[in-house]
């Protein structure tokens, strides 16, 4: 699997494993499988950017806490906005 991102990322020529990426992440399954991918295939100069819209309320605030540890443990700079009702 992380073969196939890898090859389909590269083979794009848009970016390559040195091209700053800002990876938008709500947190769920989709963004996290895109981040841990560019991640586990050496993609070294990645930052997260979220947004906090507050729909579900504290399950918004939980997504957010998610993934700002998990950037936090990766050493992956973070980047939030939260948005008022």
Do not use: W
């Not at 990322?9 to 848009?14: C, G, I, N, R």
């Not at 993609?43 to 918004?60: D, M, P, T, W, Y």
């Amino acid at each position: 699997m992380l073969e196939l991102i890898e090859n389909t990322l590269l083979s794009s020529d848009l970016f390559n494993k040195s091209t700053p990426l800002l990876i938008a992440s709500s947190g769920g399954r989709d963004s996290m499988a895109l981040l841990f991918g560019l991640i586990q295939s050496g993609f070294k100069n990645i930052e997260v950017a979220h947004c906090n819209f507050q729909l579900r309320g504290k399950e918004s605030d939980g997504d957010q806490i998610f993934i700002q540890e998990y950037c936090l443990k990766n050493n992956i700079p973070f980047n939030t906005i939260r948005f008022e009702e």
